[in-house]
């Protein structure tokens, strides 16, 4: 995932309740509007199944590539 994928996630994420799970996580991006093909919403449904308590954790559990590491 790039990071300006993740700045999207951030954005769609910005009001979620943590704790959260996948499953909670990825709805509450679409029900904000990301369509369920969308870049952010396919990293986020790539994430292990587990509950978030921040978007740390999430951040933390999404891939990047080798040029897409944050300075």
């Known amino acids: 995932m790039?990071?300006?994928?993740?700045?999207?996630v951030q954005t769609l994420l910005e009001?979620?309740?943590?704790?959260a799970d996948k499953d909670a996580i990825v709805r509450h991006a679409t029900e904000r509007?990301?369509?369920?093909?969308?870049?952010p919403v396919r990293a986020l449904?790539?994430?292990p199944v587990a509950t978030?308590?921040?978007?740390?954790e999430i951040r933390s559990s999404v891939d990047l590539?080798?040029?897409?590491?944050?300075?």
């Open 2 to 8: 790039s990071t300006d994928t993740f700045t999207e």
């Open 33 to 39: 509007g990301a369509a369920y093909d969308s870049a």
């Open 65 to 71: 590539g080798p040029d897409e590491t944050p300075d």
């Open 15 to 19: 009001d979620l309740d943590f704790p």
């Open 45 to 47: 449904r790539a994430m």
């Open 52 to 56: 978030y308590r921040n978007i740390s």
